[in-house]
């Protein structure tokens, strides 16, 4: 099992640019979580699906964020336009029963 | 919602025990966990608790729980170099499958 695989491992982009993020889950997990974490403000659920259903997107901070699921194998994270406060570590995490397994991150650079 | 408190460093020698050291405000929760995050990486899940049970021994990591209290503390035993990373306590709320995180702790372990 190759875990969760998250593209790209580093993203840097202008402000305006749209960012792409992409996620693939464990196979056979049913709930898929994005993550943001910033110094200041930790760990913050963005949107998590069930099934491939948005759930839950309390935590997608502006309009300018987005995310999909079109597949139980596949998840993105849009934002559009870019912005510096967008600057993080993006982590996507699919679960099982036993918690949460969590993909390598992406590092998102907005200059 | 729920709300789960760490506190933010503690460092430790090498060979001594470390406890870390998280509180919770669900009294509805039902697994708890504890991640590890080294730098530059994705959480990885260290272990987990069940809300009915009160302690849980696994190799060098000692989970204890108290519901009361609603205290959850991870002690690392012989605590190595290799142990310094960051920690996060995580609640699984009841009914759902939605994960609350700390703030996490900063362990370092010095020579």
């Known amino acids: 099992d190759a875990g969760v695989i998250q593209s790209p491992r580093h993203e840097v982009t202008e402000m305006g640019q749209e960012v792409t993020l992409r996620c693939k889950p464990i196979?056979?997990?049913?709930?898929l979580f994005w993550y943001r974490q910033t110094m200041m403000r930790g760990l913050e659920l963005l949107i998590y699906f069930n099934n491939n259903v948005p759930i839950d997107d309390s935590g997608m901070p502006e309009d300018r964020f987005s995310a999909k699921m079109p597949n139980a194998s596949f998840s993105t994270l849009k934002i559009q336009p870019s912005e510096p406060r967008d600057s993080a570590v993006y982590f996507c995490?699919?679960?099982?029963?036993?918690?949460?397994?969590f993909g390598s991150g992406t590092r998102l650079t907005v200059v | 919602g729920e709300d789960v408190e760490q506190s933010l460093f503690l460092s430790v020698r090498e060979g001594d025990s470390s406890v870390i050291n998280c509180t919770y405000t669900d009294s509805s929760s039902t697994y708890l966990y504890w991640y590890k995050q080294e730098p530059g990486a994705g959480l990885q899940l260290l272990t987990y608790?069940?809300?009915?049970?009160d302690m849980k021994q696994d190799q060098r990591l000692t989970v204890l729980l108290n519901k009361k209290d609603k205290h959850l503390s991870l002690r690392i035993a012989d605590t190595q170099t290799g142990d310094s990373a960051i920690y996060f306590c995580a609640v699984l709320q009841g009914g759902g499958n939605k994960l609350t995180f700390g703030t996490g702790t900063q362990l370092k372990v010095e020579l």
């Open positions: 995490a699919s679960s099982s029963s036993y918690g949460y397994t």
């Open positions: 196979s056979g997990h049913n709930s």
């Open positions: 608790i069940f809300s009915n049970m």
